[in-house]
């Protein structure tokens, strides 16, 4: 299956306004199949699917502090901090579905 070049969705980030791309997420999140990765760039978020298909947030990346919202509710694995460091790769890939561990608040 050939990679997918143009995104389904796209969303213009406005850093005045962080928590519309949390609504955006909300709003695309069923046209997408199961969340498998995602891509961080200076300047892009991309988010997709088991299928290649993605959306892609343009305006934000790793060196945003309002990026740690954004990856927090795909469920990316990521440590928060070295989010911010800077690579010589293209982009930072995430796997998304991380899960909370069951009974990791039970005190024995």
Do not use: C
């Amino acid at each position: 299956m050939a990679s997918r070049t143009e995104p389904v969705a796209v969303h213009e980030f406005d850093p005045q306004k962080p928590d519309l791309a949390i609504q955006f997420l909300k709003r695309t999140r069923s046209e997408l199949r199961t969340l498998r990765k995602v891509r961080v760039s200076t300047d892009t978020v991309r988010i997709y699917d088991v299928n290649r298909a993605f959306f892609e947030i343009r305006g934000l990346g790793y060196p945003d502090e309002q990026v740690i919202p954004v990856l927090d509710h795909l469920n990316a694995a990521y440590k928060r901090e070295l989010i911010h460091e800077p690579t010589a790769a293209a982009d930072k890939e995430f796997l998304t579905g991380r899960r909370y561990p069951w009974a990791a608040d039970r005190v024995m």
